[in-house]
T-cell receptor, first 115, second 113 residues
């Protein structure tokens, strides 16, 4: 399967712990996006990478959140000192177009539950 | 910045009936419009998109959407739905110079036998 893969699919953690999610995009895609989705809402943009450069961050991405894409391939999203409000589905998507017309290919998401 | 409003959070419909899922957007620049579908326990996948040209776009499974610039709408329609169309449908907007795609809150389509 050559789609976008995310790991882990589910993560349960206690408040205050750190968590890290990994995303492997489609190999030829140079753009990688992170979105967050809560119950009853559509995906909300968090950040995006063009190759290894993080070019845009939403104000939803507080200082506790950090994302990297070290070699322009896979990406990680780390949440430090998790809070119950961080409970959500974290979606990764990739694209190969250089403008907004490109289709986003989504992974199945990583569901975070903060107790 | 662009935004999207999906006017119906849930749409129940009987099998073989027609359906329309409504989507309105706001933007100060030219837009690209998308409908994504999320089947239970699966990731979002593209259903259809409008980039330019003909305002009526169609998917391979019988859905169609029409871009209406004057009404800033991109409603999704299907003349006869199947049980297998039960899913969450998301309208999304982006533009030439925007790096993020903005999504609506979604419409849950439930097709009943």
């Amino acid at each position: 399967d050559t789609g976008v893969s995310q790991d882990p699919r589910h993560k349960i953690t206690k408040r205050g712990q750190n968590v890290t999610f990994r995303c492997d995009p489609i190999s030829e895609h140079n753009r990688l996006y992170w979105y967050r989705q809560t119950l009853g809402q559509g995906p909300e943009f968090l950040t995006y990478f063009q190759n290894e450069a993080q070019l845009e961050k939403s104000r939803l991405l507080s200082d506790r959140f950090s994302a990297e894409r070290p070699k322009g391939s896979f990406s990680t999203l780390e949440i430090q000192r998790t809070e119950q409000g961080d409970s959500a589905m974290y979606l990764c998507a990739s694209s190969f177009r250089r403008d907004g017309s490109g289709e986003l290919f989504f992974g199945e998401g990583s569901r975070l539950t903060v107790l | 910045a662009q935004s999207v409003t999906q006017l119906d959070s849930q749409v129940p419909v009987f099998e073989e009936a027609p359906v329309e899922l409504r989507c309105n957007y706001s933007s100060s620049v030219s837009v690209y419009l998308f409908w994504y579908v999320q089947y239970p326990n699966q990731g979002l996948q593209l259903l259809l998109k409008y980039l330019s040209g003909s305002t009526l776009v169609k998917s391979i499974n019988g859905f169609e959407a029409e871009f209406n610039k004057s009404q800033t709408s991109f409603h999704l329609r299907k003349p006869s739905v199947h049980i297998s169309d039960t899913a969450e449908y998301f309208c999304a907007v982006s533009s030439l110079n925007n790096n993020d795609m903005r999504f609506g809150a979604g419409t849950r389509l439930t097709v009943k036998p």
